[in-house]
């Protein structure tokens, strides 16, 4: 997004849509400084334990599951806000039907997400 630019979903509820392989992250927007996304999980779905450099801002809309932040175990439930800086080893695992509204600054980069597709073909949290 350029400046001036803006993203508006009405009903976010309409974009949501689960994968039956793995976590679905759904873009919402993306400028030079942030990305802005909506992440559906099916029970058992997770994003694997990384170290990513990117600060993480999430909401949990909807259903229940947990945050892994370094060695601390945080649950989720609709409503549940956390912020995670950059460099922060971190996972996040669903107990229900999850969906999150997730915010990172800057945009990740390919080596971002290395760790996470490694981990997800060999079915590692």
């Known amino acids: 997004m350029a400046a001036g630019d803006f993203s508006f979903q009405p009903q976010y509820g309409k974009l949501v849509s689960y994968d039956k392989e ?5 873009p919402l927007g993306e400028g030079a400084h942030l990305k802005a996304l909506l992440t559906a999980f099916l029970p058992g779905q997770f994003i694997p334990l990384h170290t990513p450099g990117v600060d993480l801002a999430l909401l ?3 259903g229940r ?4 932040v370094e ?13 995670v800086p950059k460099g922060t080893r971190r996972g996040i695992r669903a107990t229900t039907k999850m969906v999150l509204f997730q915010v990172v600054a800057p945009p990740p ?6 760790e996470v597709q490694r981990k997800l073909t060999k079915g590692v949290f």
């Open 22 to 26: 793995r976590f679905n992250a759904i």
């Open 109 to 114: 980069k390919e080596a971002d997400h290395a």
């Open 65 to 68: 599951g947990w945050l892994v």
């Open 71 to 83: 060695e601390r175990e945080i649950e989720l439930a609709p409503g549940s806000v956390a912020l």
């Open 60 to 62: 949990v809309l909807r």
